[in-house]
């Protein structure tokens, strides 16, 4: 099993759709979730930072996570096709280190 | 903001080459990384390093070495290029362990 599960899609949606993105994980040591959005053929440029469970806000993305179900989201409200991207979760624990899921695709239409 | 560059956004080398990827970062971060990404796989640690001097093995380090002889500065070494090492190279760093890290634009390595 792999310490991070991410669903690569391709996910198509209308423009103005809610978007979900998820991940799950394997290790209850994880302390520190993150979300990063990578346009094709550039580097991944963080989106979202969460410690924690709970939710955080920032404009139309909404980062939860769920650490009883090891379980965490990203929603993109109000979705533009300026969001098409490939959109990784990363998890770390108290060690440097960070464990990428491997990305979902995402495809925003007119 | 954060910067981190890297020396070459392409290369293209034939097999059995020596070759060096540079990263350099601005915001005087203690800690790098060089992952590599490749489809359906994801990011992939190759090695990292928390001071000057100091470097540890990711999840995949064989074939690679690295070098860091200043803060700012962290080079990836493929000692000889094969075909298999064809990938996008990230560097990223970060100024705490467990903190977010920052990724510069990525070299995309051909091995012919």
């Known amino acids: 099993q792999k310490e991070v599960e991410q669903d690569p899609g391709p996910l198509s949606v209308p423009e103005g759709a809610i978007v979900s993105l998820n991940c799950t994980y394997s290790?209850?040591?994880?302390?520190?979730f993150m979300w990063y959005r990578q346009y094709s053929r550039k580097g991944p440029e963080l989106l979202m930072y969460?410690?924690?469970?709970g939710n955080k806000e920032d404009g139309r993305f909404t980062a939860q996570v769920d650490k009883s179900s090891k379980y965490i989201s990203l929603f993109i409200r109000d979705s533009q096709p300026s969001d098409s991207a490939t959109y990784l979760c990363?998890?770390?624990?108290?060690?440097?280190?960070?464990?990428f899921g491997t990305g979902t695709r995402l495809q925003v239409t007119l | 903001d954060v910067k981190v560059t890297q020396s070459s956004r392409y290369l293209v080398k034939r097999t059995g080459e020596k070759v060096f990827l540079e990263c350099v970062q601005d915001?005087?971060?203690?800690?790098m990384f060089w992952y590599r990404q490749d489809p359906g796989l994801g990011l992939r640690l190759i090695y990292f390093?928390?001071?000057?001097?100091?470097?540890e093995k990711g999840d995949i380090p064989e074939g690679y070495s690295v070098s860091r002889e200043k803060k700012e500065r962290f080079s990836l070494i493929l000692e000889s290029a094969s075909t298999n090492q064809t990938s996008m190279y990230l560097c990223?760093?970060?100024?705490?362990?467990?903190?977010?890290?920052?990724f510069g634009p990525g070299t995309r390595l051909t091995v012919l």
């Open positions: 990223a760093s970060t100024v705490h362990r467990a903190n977010e890290q920052f």
């Open positions: 290790n209850s040591a994880f302390q520190y």
């Open positions: 969460t410690y924690s469970s």
């Open positions: 990363a998890i770390g624990g108290t060690a440097s280190k960070l464990t």
């Open positions: 915001m005087d971060h203690e800690n």
């Open positions: 390093s928390y001071d000057v001097k100091m470097k």
